[in-house]
């Protein structure tokens, strides 16, 4: 009987063991379960990238009490790599950080680079970053560059954006279906709102209050695309635990507004940018209507895409505030408080947002009681202004790190999806570890780029966007190693290492590409401008073309040594076709110097050469499909549901890279060293500028610049329309 007793008690004792057991494990799935929700978004971008090798990592988010500082933990043996981050965006940086120091993958605009290894090598880092917020996107990128994206391109994007660890996105998508709805609200027709929204491209503009109607007008089919986009966008973004910066009311209103609102305080502003622009209106912020409209269009935002905590607001974006010169601060911290007030009353809690570009624009008039005037009424923690033109100005030092305000430090780079090959891999690495090593940095949280285009020069952002975790500490040169290795792959030669040493010598010196601005005029070289005979008192493209020629020379050979796939071969075609455009600028004011010397034999064996070059670039250009006129303007047209609306597309893209818009001196700005531009848009220019000039130095005749000039700009619009 007692031995019955016994096994009796043994068998409940076994049943409670194995409950527990049970209990144990299902709690330890349960909590698996909880950890692959938490972390399912950033193995999503992972196995995009590299596909079922992604069950090789194990993702861990860790929650920090430092919120203000971001971090990451790798550790690999064979089969497994563990990361640990305590958001998502870390977790994505963290592991291409890996994949990419061991030369397995690089991630591009122009293509990707994946070559897994078998087994993976054992590998151990640690890093942070003091920067709490890593911003990305200019507000005109989504005129220069993705006004025809799709969600395909939106969703390369964005992993683009989680694998570099950018977490403080620009989300300017979909606004204009919020913009209808709150005018149409205020009593505006369809009629009038269509004689107000400018054409697709030209968007970022109307919204930063430049100009009105310009190349419209915008068909309704695109209020519903962007709308259905913008929402995709911004559940992606924020389900990688990034913080999208989306728009508030700034002050601008319609035309067809004022009209309707005699009562109300609203200024008509000068033509923007030289003239020629339709006049914008911004209405007063003492005005009762100005709380009222800002709240409104921050609660239909968030009735159509959800709560944000990020609001950018730009109330003078070049333009000068209406303010009167007895009463200037008083007015100025009076807008700054009321776009303040306006969004925290809506969204309270978040934070407005501004580009602090303004501030370097107009130096003259933001002087330091300007700015901190227009500053004073908002809390410290309430407003972020986003220096981003740190390789043009230096607004930060000289407005005392924005008076106690929270702040972010970055460059623009590109201007306007003008590509020439330039950035400053020195200058970044010493300005970054200058700003952490000074005391009177004040409050910035922040740290990135801001390009007005994107597509060009990738290693400048790849290079930026590990600066943040390495704080500048990393040797150049060691980094360039495991760039090049994971680029082109681990055989990278030492001639191909010696020829980027080079070109960080030759062109990524350069911070700054001062030829897109010569003489007032834009274009990206002599080339790309509105042909001119004054081109002869030019003085030289920046960085050192001997040192480039070597580099291209290395290159040319190199190349030959990896297939036609590796990502060597688009570097190559950069470097040539920037060395042949730099060649045909010396060319051309010799062509000039030439013809205006009446030495006619010398102009047209300059005029035989350049054309030669232009013609050699463009078909070269063939190797770098995506840099294409015809793939801008088809992207355009496809995006349209009828021949009308993309006949309009295609417009809108072939005027905002050429004519741009306007009297002033935009013409240009927007220039693209693409296959088709060279032969069939600025080579012709000059063509008809050249045999002018030389027939007036047959004919012993006077030349008419100013007419010819006149006649180039009359083939330039009949060049934008589209049969």
Known sequence: MKKMTRK??????????????????????????????????????????????????????????????????????????KVKAPNNTTLCYAAYNFLRDIGA???????????LPKTWPKYAKKGDTPFEYREYLNACTFGYTTPWWDWKRWEQEIDWMALHGINLPTAMEGQE????????????????????????????????????????????????????????????????????????????????????????????????????????????????????????????????????????????????????????YEELSNYGSAVYETINEAAPGAVWVMQGWLFGDNKEFWTKEATSAFLSKVPNDKVMVQDYANDRYKVWENQEAFYGKQWTYGYVHNYGGSNPVYGDLNFYKDELTSLLKNPNRGNVVGYGAMPEGLNNNSIVYEYIYDLPWSKGEQP???????????????????????????????????????????????????????????????????????????ALDVLSKEA????????????????????????????????????????????????????????????????????????????????????????????????????????GHLNDYASRSWRGMYKGFYWPRWKMFLEALKNAAVNNTQFDETKERELIKNWEIKWTEIK
């Open 8 to 81: 009796i008690k043994d068998f409940s004792t076994l049943k409670i063991v194995f409950s527990l057991v049970a209990l144990l494990f299902i709690y330890s799935v349960k909590g698996q379960d909880k950890t692959n929700e938490k972390t399912k978004n950033a193995a999503s971008v992972i196995e995009r990238l590299i596909g079922n090798r992604v069950n090789e990592f194990e993702f861990t988010i860790i929650e920090s009490n430092n919120k203000d500082k971001d971090w990451f933990e790798i550790e690999s043996t064979e089969n497994l790599v």
């Open 105 to 115: 993958v690089l991630v591009s605009w122009e293509g990707n680079r994946v070559n």
């Open 177 to 328: 279906a919020v913009w209808q709805e709150l005018w149409k609200e205020y009593g505006l027709t369809n009629l009038q709102l269509e004689s107000h929204f400018a054409g697709p491209a030209y968007l970022p503009w109307q919204r930063m209050g430049n100009i009105n109607s310009l190349e419209g007008p915008l068909p309704q089919e695109w209020f519903v695309k962007k709308e259905a986009l913008q929402k995709k966008i911004l559940e992606r973004m924020r389900a990688l635990d990034m913080h999208p910066v989306v728009p508030a009311f700034s002050g601008y209103v319609p035309k067809a507004f004022a009209e309707k609102h005699p009562e109300a305080k609203i200024t008509e502003l000068k033509s923007w940018s030289g003239g020629g622009f339709a006049s914008t209106f911004l209405l007063d912020s003492k005005d009762p209507l100005f709380k009222q409209i800002g709240k409104r269009f921050i609660e239909i935002y968030t009735k159509m895409y959800g709560k944000s905590n990020f609001y950018l607001a730009d109330s003078f974006n070049e333009i000068e505030p209406p303010v009167t010169e007895h009463n200037k």
């Open 476 to 550: 150049i040169n060691d980094w360039l190693t495991k760039y090049l290795n994971a680029r082109y792959g681990q055989t990278t030669s030492e001639p191909v290492f010696q020829a980027w040493k080079l070109l960080l010598e030759s062109v990524y010196n350069v911070k700054y590409w001062e030829t897109r601005w010569w003489n007032d005029w834009a274009g990206a070289y002599l080339f790309f401008k509105r042909p001119t005979a004054t081109i002869t008192t030019f003085k030289g493209n920046p960085g050192d073309k001997k040192k480039l020629k070597e």
């Open 560 to 663: 030959k040594k990896h297939d036609k796939k590796n990502l060597i071969q688009y570097d190559l075609i950069d470097v040539a076709r920037h060395y042949y455009s730099l060649s045909i600028d010396e060319d051309l004011i010799e062509c000039v110097k030439a013809y205006q010397n009446k030495d006619i034999s010398k102009g047209d064996q300059l005029f035989k050469k350049i054309e030669k070059q232009a013609l050699d670039i463009d078909k070269a250009m063939s190797g770098q499909p995506l840099n294409s006129l015809d793939q801008w303007v088809k992207s355009a047209s496809d995006y349209g549901n009828s021949s009308e609306v993309s006949t309009l597309y295609a417009r809108n893209a072939k005027t905002l890279i050429t004519l741009w818009g306007g009297e």
